[in-house]
């Protein structure tokens, strides 16, 4: 049987929102690794409002995981994706 202080911690994985980017920029800011190379802000901020940053939240909604998709457009109209490079990634977990 387990105790309350044993139990798993619960995570929840959404895609980003809007509102969302300051954290988002706390996180990498906070969390820098050598392999995860910072982007351009805008475009940062452009991709979380699409909805285009994967996050994973503990439930007091600390960001503890994140990944973007970044669309490498083949036209300039926007409407063919030609590939997608899922970088960015970074994740403080431990285990």
Known sequence: ??????EPKKYFVRFSRAEDFDKIMAFY???AHQNVLP???QVM?????DGAVILLENEEG???AASI????????NGLSCKWV??????????G
């Open 62 to 64: 600390e960001f503890v």
């Open 29 to 31: 800011t906070l969390n």
């Open 1 to 6: 049987m387990t105790s309350p202080q044993n």
């Open 69 to 76: 998709s970044y669309s490498l457009v083949e036209d300039k």
């Open 39 to 41: 982007r351009d802000p």
């Open 85 to 94: 490079e899922i970088g960015t990634t970074r994740c403080v977990l431990s």
């Open 45 to 49: 901020r452009d991709l979380a409002d």
